[in-house]
């Protein structure tokens, strides 16, 4: 079906109208709230008349600046609704960063969240040309003098007095919708120059939906999914609008802090994530199983081994396990591997997508053992999304599974995956340069990463060819590879590999600081600050020997050689992290580089 977005809402109405569309929490403490599709598609009709009345016009850009709430959605569908483009950025985003995505995509509107954000968006008005109102989703205070903003609130009473002719507009705007509308603009982390707005059609996202319900078709509107990465992601944008169309119940976690009682609380059948999420849940796991007494740590380590077996060796090719090790597995399951699903709040667990970066086959393969079913997948925004992921039996360990059907996937000069799909954005907005160097010559879109397909049709991703880098001997090192296998650790939490015409390897790591203060009190470590205990001999000395442990199949030259503990972490915040979590390896680089020096005396 052409514009998929444009009439989602409307048809679930008219199919599922009294049915649960979302859920959601109007405060930390807080019970989950429902919202039905006819409350939904009200919410909807209010948004997209309000933003006819404040002047957006057919294609005009329309900027959301706030963390994960069901406002976000309102805002989107309304305007879809209008034909318009709602542009989202990120809740953690600096005063510039906003700026820049307001300025270069000439938005007119910007939706915020919370006061704080209210406050950037008020100072940097001045420099926003294009802007003329801003909307707090939060009943924020604003300050004494200030004709350019309105509540919600105020905006959905704005759409419920909508004149018929505002309403006969809407209808006609909706009616006019073609399939190469922009639908979106999703502006790219920028980790090593300025952000980039990919623009993303309606008929990229009707692909992407299709080629989503052609794959995963263990998924319907039985399930019930997490909203838990930010929306702002194209992965949780994608993935969300998705569980929608299918008409799946989606619980929106407002807070990322709050995931783990978020989890506990909705029990998802599905949820997608980062690497990130399931490397802590398993440093936690895992630590829990090493404490416990002789009997039950052998226990633990049969039932991984029989997990893995029937897991690994079976399910996952399609086979039907031998009685003698289904029955294993069953007592296993209900004693062991149910109750941990049942604390993390995913034993109704049906498939977890998770992308974004590397993460550890032995993380993937553990989580298989206890019955978790995590899909690794492959994409970016310029594609919509996913590329390739699992498919539901014979995926490989290593791998990010096969593309889905429709789309076509080589490997071009330097090993780099060339894309060619209609999930492929049409470029990139108001960059005709940038968006020329992102396709060949004949028209395959650049990934930017190095890879192989394997003889099943699986793709292997190797690195990101611009975080690849040369030691001075003339050794290439994949840095990703290296920081995801350190990831498993729960001593460590964050990790920056340097070397780039180095002699040889090092790392920037931030330590776990709390599993080091527990590691500390065990061996009765004194020590004043977090200063003090991370240039303690022995904590370093433990580093050490988990780094060495962890490298096990690493190429000599690949090793890490030396390392610098440091006492804070990477931040957004801070310029370190981009709003994906990815690492900003020049401001990194250029932060520590007295610390990388001293490594290198």
């Excluded at 034909?83 to 938005?107: C, G, L």
């Excluded at 990130?276 to 049969?302: N, P």
């Excluded at 990139?428 to 940038?434: L, Q, V």
Aim: one cysteine or more; glycine letters at 6%.
């Amino acid at each position: 079906m052409d514009n998929t977005l444009t009439f989602l809402v409307k048809n679930r109405v008219s199919g599922d109208g009294c049915r649960e569309a979302i859920r959601y929490k109007s405060c930390h403490d807080c019970g989950w709230i429902g919202t039905t599709w006819n409350e939904f598609g009200e919410m909807v009709d209010k948004t997209a008349c309000a933003l006819e009345i404040v002047g957006v016009a057919p294609q005009g850009t329309v900027a959301v600046f706030s963390a994960n709430r069901p406002e976000i959605l309102y805002t989107d569908f309304g305007a879809f609704a209008n034909r318009a483009v709602p542009v989202s950025i990120y809740s953690t985003s600096s005063a510039a960063q906003v700026r820049y995505i307001v300025n270069d995509s000439k938005a007119s509107v910007l939706f915020v969240g919370t006061r704080e954000q209210y406050i950037i968006a008020r100072a940097e008005l001045p420099n926003m040309p294009s802007l003329k109102l801003i909307v707090t989703y939060d009943d924020v205070e604003r300050e004494a003098i200030d004709e350019n903003t309105l509540t919600f609130k105020a905006f959905m009473e704005l759409g419920s007095k909508a004149s018929a002719d505002c309403r006969h507009e809407i209808e006609t705007r909706t009616s006019a919708a073609r399939p190469d509308d922009i639908a979106t603009l999703l502006y790219t982390s920028g980790t090593t120059g300025e952000p980039k707005g990919a623009v993303l059609t309606h008929s990229n996202f009707d692909a992407a939906i299709d080629f989503h319900i052609r794959r995963l078709t263990m998924l319907s509107d039985r399930d019930t999914s997490l909203c838990f990465l930010p929306l702002s992601h194209i992965f949780e944008k994608a993935w969300t609008y998705f569980c929608l169309n299918l008409g799946m119940v989606v619980s929106i976690n407002n807070d990322p802090r709050d995931i783990t009682k978020s989890l506990r609380e909705v029990r998802p059948t599905c949820m997608c994530a980062v690497p990130r999420f399931w490397e802590k849940a398993y440093s936690t796991i895992r630590e829990k199983m090493d404490k416990q007494s002789g009997f039950k740590k052998m226990l633990v380590a049969r039932a991984l081994k029989v997990g893995i077996d029937r897991n690994m060796n079976y399910v996952r090719r399609g086979l039907k396990a031998p009685w003698w090790l289904e029955t294993q597995y069953k007592f296993f399951d209900k004693r062991i591997f149910g109750p941990v699903r049942r604390v993390m709040g995913i034993e109704r667990g049906n498939i977890f997508p998770t992308a974004g970066a590397p993460l550890s086959s032995n993380i993937i393969e553990f989580f298989h053992a206890m019955g978790v079913n995590i899909v690794i997948g492959y994409g970016l925004s310029e594609t919509t999304a996913t590329v390739s992921c699992y498919p539901d039996v014979d995926w490989h360990l290593g791998s990010v599974g096969t593309p889905l059907d429709g789309i076509e996937v080589k490997i071009g000069e330097d090993s780099e995956i060339l894309v060619k799909a209609p999930t492929v954005m049409r470029g990139y907005f108001n960059k005709p340069e940038e968006t020329k160097a992102a396709f060949t010559a004949d028209g395959w879109f650049r990934t930017g990463d190095a890879g192989y397909i394997d003889d099943s049709g699986q793709i292997v991703l190797t690195e990101r060819i611009k975080d690849l880098f040369k030691t001075s001997n003339g050794k290439y090192i994949a840095p990703q590879a290296i920081e995801s296998r350190l990831g498993e650790d729960k001593y460590i939490e964050q990790v920056a590999v340097i070397g780039d015409q180095r002699k040889y390897v090092t790392a920037i790591i931030i330590p776990a600081f709390e599993a080091l203060k527990e590691y500390a009190l065990k061996k009765k470590i004194s020590y004043k600050s977090i200063e003090d205990l991370i240039r303690n001999s022995d904590i370093n000395k433990l580093i050490s020997e988990r780094i060495e442990a962890l490298q096990e199949g690493f190429a000599s030259f690949e090793k890490i050689k030396k390392f610098t503990l440091l006492p804070k972490e990477f931040t957004m915040e801070s310029g370190e992290l981009t709003n994906t979590l990815k690492l900003r390896r020049p401001v990194i680089s250029s932060r520590y580089a007295r610390e990388i020096e001293a490594m290198y005396a």
